[in-house]
């Protein structure tokens, strides 16, 4: 059986242009410019076996004749096509995929002629109802939504400024949720004319690439140039979705989120369940769990480093130099029991005033970095006063690890409970107190010496107390000491529509724009960064500069209040931090010197972009960019008044014994046909290597699970938590998840016996079929897999 010669299109990448892949066309739409009403190019989403997405484009520069020849449904097989990475800033993207397909003069596009491993006719990325509020705001992606069609009206016509607007409305329901769908112009027509030809009260749609908003302050999806319905098509998730509604034809449809259950609690309990401050001792550091990690710089999420190079999942993202936070665990106890508590990056920061950069600046070798720092155990055995999170697992699934958000050293140190101690408490001997206590009471005075004072004065007549050391006294309750909190407000909290902040900074940058002629503004803009290592740009209008000029100095560090969080529009290029808003300053903004101890705010900070992706941000003017690299020879002493200067710079990864030293990149090898002897006789060098080998299959392990499910949008497997599958890499819930093989095989040759995984594509190639239709057949993949026995393959 030959191995299988096109590449799936999760494996494409921006590494070479020599692909070959075999697609199904779903849909293809013209690209229009809104402005000139210009049509640029072809706009296509593909779908490959294993039933992933990517959008395709052709310019009408290279491919003008294309669009007529395209047809909807047909297999293509695409070769000597370039993959790009998507900047970030695009919107309305029809596929949640970093990389895009841009067809080229080299490209070749034919329709497949051969027979290959099945293209289903449809492959979405079902987006579950339930959560369609998260999404409302973000103008980043298009959804694909399955429901069926109820409270459908009368389209509408309306006329306004001598233009006519056709709308059509309907709710799109999943039998537990709702949300509304309104369709315009000439899409609302044909779905009009398609919705009359149907049974009205059984449409099951799948609606594609819907543009989803708000109206009315509720979520709403509209259709876009790349939307497509799909009425009552043969899909899985219909299928699904008609079971799950014959099953529980009633349930409560809500147009909101999912209610959490409600749960029976103490007082206590109740009282416990906020984020309020509690005073605990720290009693353990887990010193095994790595105490900092590192962050994307944009979005803020932990990324990992993968083959030397750190790149962030959401953004996408390469950084060569990303940020680095602490996150620190411990175990916390007072004297009514122990939780987990994780103290964060702002927290660990204000108390030891060091960074993590700055601790791994200490350190003498490379493998000390990883080493838990001696300063990190200053936080062994203190008291502490913390503001804790409260979470849904915290509520719902008896989590004991928390997040402290905020905390403040405590005034009393003085418990000292300990979970695993029993608590004793020893009464001392009381019988001197005793027959202290007799002669006092017989005597009403204690006893004293003889007095050397001859003045007499009358004493008043004062009743002695009695003291009981067995009565109960009522202690008078403590004065409640008001514990202060950060007055500062950070640059990553600043939202659109409040006055209110106030935020320590320092400036690190200050310029003037000028016009085309060379005449110098009045306003001016400056750069802010606060203790986070967050950056905003601020810009002082012209009325304005006079005052607020002379207070505002470059590495001085301020108060800054009353000033308007202004978010950019999508008009603005050149923008010189990848932010969504910007701060515009007016007369009424205060700006005050504050101390500055050098340390707690960075004197500079950049965001740098590696080298690899400066020619994809060349094709855009949104944002500009921060590069780091080593000047090519150049001699600058013979430049007289230039306006312009040419250099390059590198950054060492074009030398091959660079990428060899810092990325740790083994030169690819060849695939070898081996024995299987031999492949077990391999040593490290061939890792992530590919050697063919030629076997036989003893037989199939069916002693464990033979398939599992998928996100529709990562590919990562999903858990199912309450009836829900969720993936935890998107994060996301996927309403209907695919399913893959995955299938232990012993395989042998006349060297010897291998255990092998084979994996989804694979299994296909020999069964012929997919996991979700062969799931109702069997409960064993050997079913399926027991004509493979003692027969001879060739794998990879």
């Known amino acids: 059986m030959e191995l299988n010669k096109y590449e799936s299109i999760k494996n494409l990448n921006s590494s070479t242009y020599n692909w070959q892949t075999r697609v199904r066309l779903q849909s293809f739409w013209k690209g229009i410019n809104r402005q000139t009403q210009e049509y640029y190019g072809i706009n296509m989403i593909f779908i490959d076996d294993s039933n992933s997405r990517i959008h395709g484009f052709a310019s009408k520069k290279y491919f003008e004749d294309l669009f007529d020849k395209l047809v909807v449904g047909k297999i293509y097989c695409l070769s000597n096509f370039k993959v790009k990475k998507y900047v970030g800033d695009e919107i309305f993207r029809p596929v949640r995929n970093e990389h895009h397909i841009y067809f080229t003069t080299h490209t ?9 491993l099945q293209i289903d006719d449809y492959a979405f990325d079902l987006f579950y109802m339930g959560e369609v509020e998260k999404v409302a705001d973000d103008n980043r992606f298009l959804i694909d939504m399955v429901g069926k069609v109820e409270n459908l009206q009368e389209i509408i016509r309306t006329t306004k400024n001598n233009q006519e607007t056709t709308r059509l409305k309907f709710d ?14 000439a899409f609302a027509i044909e779905m009009e004319e398609a919705f009359k030809k149907m049974d009205l009260t059984d449409i099951f749609v799948i609606i594609s690439c819907a543009k989803v908003g708000r109206y009315e302050g509720a979520p709403n999806l509209t259709n876009y140039p790349a939307t497509r319905v799909f009425i009552n098509p043969n899909h899985y998730s219909l299928v699904e979705l008609k079971e799950k509604w014959e099953k529980h034809p009633s349930l409560d449809i809500s147009y909101t989120d999912e209610d959490i259950p409600n749960k029976i609690l103490t007082v ?18 887990d010193e095994k769990a790595k105490w900092y990690y590192a962050q994307c710089i944009d979005c803020e999420i932990e990324i990992i480093r993968d083959k030397g190079i750190y790149r962030c999942t959401k953004c996408p993202r390469i950084f060569p130099y990303p940020e680095k936070r602490f996150r620190l665990c411990t175990i916390c106890s007072d004297e009514t029991g122990s939780m987990v508590v994780i103290i964060p990056d702002s927290e660990v920061n204000r108390f030891i005033d060091k960074t993590v950069v700055d601790i791994h600046s200490d350190c003498l070798k490379e493998e000390d970095e990883e080493k838990f720092p001696e300063i990190l155990r200053a936080f062994l055995n203190q008291k502490y006063t913390m503001a804790v999170q409260i979470t849904q697992d915290n509520l719902n699934k008896g989590s004991t690890v928390y997040e402290a958000k905020e905390i403040m050293e405590s005034h009393d140190i003085t418990d000292t409970f300990d979970p695993q101690d029993k608590i004793e408490m020893e009464i001392q001997d009381d019988s001197q107190f005793k027959a202290f206590q007799e002669d006092y009471m017989n005597n009403e005075t204690p006893p004293t010496g003889n007095s050397s004072n001859t003045k007499k004065r009358e004493r008043t007549n004062v009743q002695p107390v009695i003291f009981d050391v067995n009565e109960d006294v009522e202690l008078k309750a403590f004065k409640n000491i008001k514990k202060e909190k950060n ?9 659109p529509g409040r006055y209110d902040y106030k935020i320590k900074v320092r400036v690190i940058k200050k310029w003037r724009g000028s016009t085309r002629t060379g005449e110098v ?14 950056r905003i740009h601020a810009f002082i209008p012209g009325l304005c500069f006079e005052k607020l000029e002379e207070k505002i100095t470059v590495g001085n560090v301020h108060s800054i209040n009353n000033f308007t969080v202004q978010p950019y529009k999508p008009t603005d290029i050149y923008r010189c931090l990848r932010n ?14 504050l101390e500055d101890d050098g340390t707690t705010i960075p004197l500079i900070f950049f965001d740098f972009v590696d080298h690899s992706e ?3 941000l060349s094709n855009q003017k949104t944002y500009l960019a921060d590069v780091v690299g080593i000047i090519k020879t150049k001699d600058f002493r013979e430049l007289r008044n230039q306006k312009q200067t040419k250099l390059t710079i590198t950054d060492g990864s074009s030398n091959i014994k660079f990428a060899e030293m810092a990325l740790n990149m083994s030169e690819i090898k060849k695939p070898e046909l081996l024995t299987v002897d031999a492949i077990t006789k391999l040593k490290k060098e061939y890792i992530d290597a590919q050697v063919f080998t030629q076997v036989f299959f003893k037989y199939v392990d069916d002693s464990g699970k033979w398939f599992y499910n998928t996100c529709t ?24 998840p695919e399913k893959r093989y995955t299938i232990n095989v012993v395989a042998y040759d006349a060297t010897g016996t291998m255990d092998i995984i084979l994996a989804d594509r694979e299994v296909r190639t020999l069964v012929g079929k997919r996991a979700r239709d062969i799931i109702n057949e069997a409960n064993s993949s050997t079913y399926h897999l027991q004509g493979m026995s003692d027969s001879n393959f060739k794998a990879t």
């Not at 007055?487 to 939202?495: E, N």
């Not at 590919?715 to 209907?736: M, Q, Y």
Request: aromatic share 10%; hydrophobic share 30%; proline share 3%.
């Open 580 to 593: 969504d808003n910007q701060l515009i300053f007016s007369r009424d903004t205060e700006v005050e010197d």
């Open 268 to 285: 206590k309990q109740i009282r416990n369940l906020k984020n309020d401050f509690k005073d605990v001792t720290v009693k353990k550091l």
């Open 172 to 185: 799109l329901s999943d039998g537990r949720f709702r949300v509304k769908v309104t369709f315009f112009d």
């Open 487 to 495: 007055k500062f407000d950070t640059i990553a909290s600043l939202r």
């Open 713 to 736: 949008t990562c590919d990562h497997p999903t858990e199912f938590i309450e009836g829900i599958h969720v993936c935890k890499h998107c994060p996301r819930t996927v309403p209907h």
């Open 614 to 616: 400066i020619y994809s």
């Open 108 to 116: 070749k596009f034919e329709k497949d002629e051969n027979e290959g």
């Open 521 to 534: 503004f009045k306003g001016f803009n400056i750069i802010l960064i606060d203790n986070m290592k967050n």
